[in-house]
């Protein structure tokens, strides 16, 4: 395992989480540190149920997202490398869980590879995520409406 950064109770996996906890707690945002295990599934590769004989095979997985912030009830995954696997698990955890609004942070708006034209921020938004760029989140997911 690699290095990791204790703050204020938790112990971040990467300097990028801890910059960005330390933000939120700058601006005051209450963040909870990977609350909770979400189920999702991935359709297996070259497996055979052993009852019916069917290719079609998935397996349960669990995903733990960063960070929750309880005063705007949504959760945020930041990420550096945004990889083939990371994506497919993406969107497998919100097809399976489409009541929860998962957001994504990216540290740069990098290529998904160095042949694709497509950016981190585009492929979010073709998969319906909210996304952002830099190690905060923009005002306007936090702004409340008074209305």
């Known amino acids: 395992m690699g290095a990791t950064y204790n703050y ?14 330390k933000d939120l707690t700058e ?11 979400l189920e999702y599934h991935l359709k297996t590769r070259l497996a055979t149920c052993r ?10 997985h669990h995903y733990i997202p960063d960070f929750w912030l309880p005063d705007y009830e949504f959760y945020i995954e930041t990420k550096g490398k945004f990889t083939p696997p990371m994506r497919r698990k993406m969107v497998a955890v919100k097809m399976d869980n489409r009541d929860i609004d998962l957001r994504l942070v990216f540290m740069r708006d990098n290529k998904l590879d160095k042949r694709s034209p497509t950016r981190y921020s ?5 998969f319906g995520f909210r996304a952002c760029v830099g190690d905060r989140i923009p005002e306007e997911w936090i702004e409340r409406s008074t209305s």
Not at 122 to 126: G, I, L, Q, V
Request: charged share 35%.
């Open 122 to 126: 585009s492929w979010a938004d073709k």
């Open 8 to 21: 204020r109770g938790d112990t971040f996996r990467s300097k990028f989480e801890l910059n960005f906890a």
């Open 51 to 60: 009852e019916c004989g069917s290719h079609n095979c998935w397996e349960l």
């Open 27 to 37: 601006r005051k945002i209450k963040y909870k540190y990977e609350p909770l295990s």
